[in-house]
């Protein structure tokens, strides 16, 4: 909520959220980048695919928390907040409506990246069981 009297901002601050995951990740950031280059320049073989598409699949899942939590919920819940600020600067009869509408989009929008969220988590998992289950083999 906004304490100065103004309306709500949208703030998502991707910048820093993009150079903390890069800092955190880093190393395998490196790897990645290594061994692609070295695949480009034909100098390693890929013949397993699973090994491309356990990469695929950590990377769309990356994704999927990347739009749910870093801007679907707060582009959300800046609509909630916006509504909210404006109901209660005295124009509640033409806000009650989109009020109601914002914190139903919050709502749906938090189930929604929960299920999401639990869904890339499963197939992050899923993965690491697959490449732990064919290292062994």
């Known amino acids: 909520m906004s304490k100065n009297g103004r309306p709500p901002t949208l703030k998502l601050d991707l910048i820093h959220k993009l150079s903390i995951l890069i800092v955190v990740n880093i190393i395998p950031i490196i790897i990645c980048l290594i061994v692609f280059v070295k695949w480009y320049r034909?100098?390693?073989?890929?013949?397993?695919?699973?090994?491309?598409?356990?990469?695929?699949?950590?990377?769309?899942?990356?994704?999927?928390?990347?739009?749910c939590f870093w801007m679907l919920m707060p582009t959300a819940k800046w609509?909630?907040?916006?509504?909210?600020?404006?109901?209660?600067?005295?124009t509640s009869a033409i806000w009650f409506l989109p009020l109601v509408f914002a914190h139903i989009l919050w709502l749906?929008?938090?189930?929604?990246?929960f299920i999401a969220g639990i869904a890339a988590t499963t197939a992050i998992i899923g993965v690491i069981v697959h490449v732990i289950r064919t290292v062994r083999k």
């Open 79 to 90: 609509f909630k907040e916006y509504a909210f600020w404006q109901f209660q600067k005295g």
């Open 42 to 67: 034909n100098e390693i073989v890929i013949t397993n695919t699973n090994a491309i598409w356990a990469a695929l699949v950590v990377l769309v899942a990356s994704i999927v928390y990347v739009m």
């Open 108 to 113: 749906v929008t938090w189930i929604f990246c």
